[in-house]
């Protein structure tokens, strides 16, 4: 079930980016990417594109709060100890971020997928009579199942609902994530095909890279740990007031406005991620997308839109990674771009999402890169997360 709504939520996204901008339009998976797509269509029809984001934003998120039952999320079911999460409200919420996301939407679009998955084993686990200790198991194992359909990550599903939302690793828990998220990948082959997310140029590693990833790791957990307290004040302070839409609006359009001159800004983050591992940035863009690409996914959820932030965390990595890299490269030579994005990207998924792990194992399916950068990825992860956690202990002291 996981595997169907991860695949339907995939192709309605496709679907939708392609009617929107114009691209594509006789097929639904295409290999014209959604940056390639936006970046040929009109100044105009971006910003006409975001203004009806914005409505359907301000409108449906408003529409949800005010008619539908309380959300409740999936670490709250987790939780529970009578887990119930309501179905209409979930839904619409789930298709609201894949429609808002396919227009153009700055958040990401993993946690609708992971939503609709716990959804599905809730409504099943109700049916079987399971426990309440088991449908919290199957409950988390939907999520990570919707997680491994729509990404074709079978292993970052099984360990997401391990360290993320179980928080332990045991035999009883191993097998049915395993087992979930593998079915619910090979079920989405059906409609998306067995496809990584990100194609890697040939990269090597170099002695320079091992000493840049230690070295960086800590830079990476500092920037993560600001970028996840601007977005969780964005979060608890976002609209809730009548005006919520006319907010929406406005954030969408300003938006809109802003991609007419800096396409890269659409979307989850993908696009501006696979430049920088192509090496496909200079400096002053890399620089530039990245500050953009923070502001206006705080804006996004200030005015009360919703969304995940696990590709606009890697996507912040890789940019910064590239920028990081690019001064180290100045002075010592030799390696490329995409390969201190490819770190970075890594290092502050692990830390913004406090999920070392899990980053590390994404960071190799997503784009299946060579083992043998298992080891300076996992340098700058533990640097990055080591910075983290010290920051929010002196945080907790003050």
């Not at 391990?162 to 090979?186: C, D, K, M, R």
């Not at 496809?195 to 960086?216: H, K």
Request: aromatic share 8%; with cysteine; proline share 5%.
């Amino acid at each position: 079930m996981a595997g169907i709504g991860g695949m339907l939520l995939a192709l309605l996204l496709h679907s939708l980016q392609h009617l929107a901008y114009g691209y594509s339009l006789d097929a639904v998976i295409s290999k014209e990417s959604f940056l390639e797509g936006v970046s040929a269509s009109s100044f105009s029809r971006r910003v006409i594109v975001l203004v009806i984001c914005g409505v359907i934003a301000g409108f449906g998120w408003w529409a949800v709060r005010r008619f539908g039952k309380p959300l409740v999320s999936i670490a709250a079911a987790v939780k529970a100890k009578d887990p119930s999460m309501p179905a209409g409200s979930t839904l619409a919420h789930a298709l609201l971020q894949i429609i808002t996301v396919a227009l153009g939407s700055p958040l990401g679009r993993e946690v609708a997928p992971r939503e609709v998955g716990a959804l599905a084993a809730n409504w099943l686990s109700k049916r079987l009579a399971l426990t309440p200790r088991e449908t919290q198991i199957m409950i988390a194992c939907g999520a990570g199942a919707g997680l491994a359909a729509v990404y074709n990550v079978p292993l970052g599903g099984a360990v997401f609902v391990l360290e993320v939302l179980l928080g332990a690793f045991s035999f009883n828990l191993l097998l049915p994530a395993l087992a979930t998220s593998s079915i619910a990948a090979l079920v989405a082959w059906i409609g998306l095909g067995n496809e990584s997310q990100y194609q890697l140029p040939i990269m090597n590693i170099t002695p320079s890279l091992m000493v840049w990833s230690v070295l960086a790791g800590p830079i990476l957990g500092l920037g993560a740990w600001y970028f996840t307290k601007i977005t969780a004040n964005a979060r608890a302070n976002a609209s809730t007031s009548g005006w919520q839409p006319v907010i929406c609006i406005v954030n969408f359009a300003i938006i809109g406005l802003l991609a007419g001159y800096f396409p890269q800004l659409l979307g989850n983050g993908k696009g501006p991620a696979q430049l920088s591992f192509d090496s496909d940035f200079t400096l002053q863009l890399a620089a530039a997308i990245l500050v953009l690409k923070v502001l206006i996914i705080w804006g996004t959820l200030r005015s009360g839109a919703h969304g995940g932030l696990l590709t606009p965390g890697l996507s912040n990595g890789a940019l910064i990674g590239c920028l990081l890299g690019g001064v180290w490269d100045h002075f010592v030579p030799g390696t490329s771009l995409g390969a201190f994005s490819l770190i970075g990207a890594a290092a502050f998924l692990g830390a913004s999402m406090k999920m070392p792990i899990t980053a590390v194992v994404l960071i190799l399916e997503f784009t299946r890169v060579n083992h043998d950068f298992l080891i300076p990825m996992i340098f700058a992860v533990v640097g990055s997360v080591s910075m983290f956690s010290l920051m929010e202990k002196r945080a907790a002291r003050k």
